[in-house]
């Protein structure tokens, strides 16, 4: 057990939609990581919050959001579904000092946009 | 920007034999880590080892072994006696400075082992 908790573990949702999906990273992280997996793109970096901000952005599409809440859990917001969101989402998160080098990952939500 | 090749995109071998799984990666920064992590059939991705830039000596758990040579840009992965729930896609990574702070991880495409009994 890596100590990520992401919910849920998977959903099926209809075309246009919006679904959130929460990430609480390990006890005393600060960071958290998105990444999506799909078999067009592989394992891509989504988006990085470090203590409530944003810290960097990568292949992130404009109609997903994210955000870190004060109790450091995180949420991923996808809209507008489309066909190809479909993918298995994986939140991360690491420390401080020496343990910022090993990203932890939740166990992923599978999205199935139909 | 920086890269990582996982030239291997599938590999079977039978049990007990070793096999090796190849990882090369671009940087730019003199510092930087690598990882690799394991993902098996029920999708989790698994943290297997962390090595930095600064590090060549080569490590062993078990009978995982990984071969870091910064001269050819390469991380390799040995599974020595392979076994049949050693079958995953396994994935190396690479996270530097190039961006900053930030610490994500750039994945290579992985490889899909395949263990046979």
């Known amino acids: 057990d890596s100590g990520v908790t992401q919910t849920p573990k998977h959903l099926i949702t209809a075309t246009g939609q919006r679904v959130t999906l929460r990430c609480s990273p390990r006890?005393?992280?600060?960071?958290v990581y998105w990444y999506q997996q799909s078999l067009d793109q592989g394992l891509q970096f989504l988006i990085q919050?470090?203590?409530?901000?944003?810290?960097a952005k990568g292949n992130i599409l404009e109609r997903f959001s994210a955000q870190q809440f004060p109790d450091l859990h995180s949420e991923l917001n996808l809209s507008s579904l489309e066909l190809g969101d479909s993918a298995l989402y994986f939140c991360?998160?690491?420390?401080?000092?020496?343990?910022?080098?090993?990203?932890?990952f939740g166990q992923g939500t599978r999205l199935t946009v139909v | 920007a920086q890269k990582v090749t996982q030239a291997q995109t599938e590999i079977s071998v039978v049990e007990k034999e070793d096999v090796t799984l190849d990882c090369v990666y671009e940087t730019r920064d003199t510092t930087y880590y690598l990882f690799w992590y394991k993902q098996p059939p029920s999708g989790e991705l698994v943290f297997l080892i962390r090595?930095?830039?600064?590090?060549?000596q080569n490590e062993i758990s078990g009978r995982y072994s990984w071969n870091f040579q910064k001269s050819t840009s390469s991380f390799n992965f040995t599974i020595t006696a392979s076994q049949v729930v050693d079958s995953a896609v396994y994935f190396c990574a690479l996270s530097d400075l190039s961006s900053g702070s930030a610490r994500q991880l750039t994945f290579g495409s992985g490889t899909q082992l395949t263990v046979l009994p």
């Open positions: 991360a998160s690491s420390g401080t000092g020496k343990s910022w080098t090993e990203a932890f």
């Open positions: 090595r930095n830039s600064f590090d060549e």
């Open positions: 006890s005393g992280d600060l960071s």
């Open positions: 919050y470090y203590n409530g901000e944003e810290r």
